[in-house]
């Protein structure tokens, strides 16, 4: 691994003003320990001093015999060393020794914690510290999704793409069911919202079994956020009858709730399919090959992903979902999709 040294910082480590001058000069010495501690860990270090740091450290001489033999890089002039360090860390993915914590430009590079090693002398020791663990990419879950579903589109299966995140309630779920068949978006009617909570709740009309598909002209796959996935359910047999009274329907529909990761807590969406047009398996399945930090995040969501999948291409049954760690994907959020031939149509 490669290791940028903050120069100035690590060379003024623990020194003090001179009592006469009240000037504190930076010392080479620490500045070699540094360096030989990083290589007996077996990591490869890059110096990098800014201008002044040669003018004013204890060992002129030795610090320049340094530059020459490029033990020690000087930042460019007219550079500003801080940003200078970071662009660098961040183009060679190198962590940085250093107890700045660059908090100037925490906008501008993203994540520096994870970037930065703080160090110190004890008892003589050079002792280096651990980077805070890397933060958790923002929304990569949804982006694997995203890429399995364009995939499935690319391949000539239409997929549900909304996200307008309503709120989520039973009475709204049934109310958006009716409104995608009359194509009427009138805000919820007392009458509906009347024989809603007189439907007593019902699960039993949504247990999954092999021949239900068969009994019915559409399923409702009603999309939620996996922290309301049990209050769908508990609503899931009111809202069949609701929507079957309402539509006048001689079976009740099917409802399938869903865990689906594009949607927010407290929202739903509802993807609603005709009987003869349903999946009942995917008919391809998912291998997802990830970065080690976020392998167990994405391994533990495997389930999610496959039911997010499943809602929005409209199959009955879960796409298989393999996750597997690589050695060669080193940073945060790095990950590969590939789709191989599953179940039937």
Known sequence: MKIIIDGSNVAYYGRKADETTGKITPSIKTLKVAIETIK???????VL???????????????NQMINNEEVFPVPAGTIADHYILNLAYEKDAKILSNDY???YQDEFQDIPSKRLSYRVKDGRFQIGKPSPPKKVKNILQKICSRCLNDFERRGFDTFTERN???FSGLAVAQEAIN???EDDNAIDSALEKFFLKVPVLNKVVQIIDDSVEDTDFVIFVLVNPKDYKEAV????TIAVTVGNKLNLDHSPLVAV???LFSKPGT?????IYSDELLEESPYDVNIIINDYDYSFIKHNSRNIASTIAARLGTWKFPIVSVKPSMLMEKPGEFDISIERGGKK
């Open 258 to 260: 869903r865990n689906d």
């Open 165 to 167: 995140n309503r709120e």
């Open 180 to 182: 995608m068949f009359s």
């Open 102 to 104: 660059f908090r100037d």
């Open 40 to 46: 007996k860990l077996g990591h490869e270090p890059i």
């Open 234 to 237: 508990h609503n899931a047999g």
């Open 268 to 272: 739903f969406e509802v993807n609603i």
């Open 49 to 63: 001093a800014d201008a002044p740091l040669r003018h004013e450290i204890d060992d002129k001489e030795q610090f």
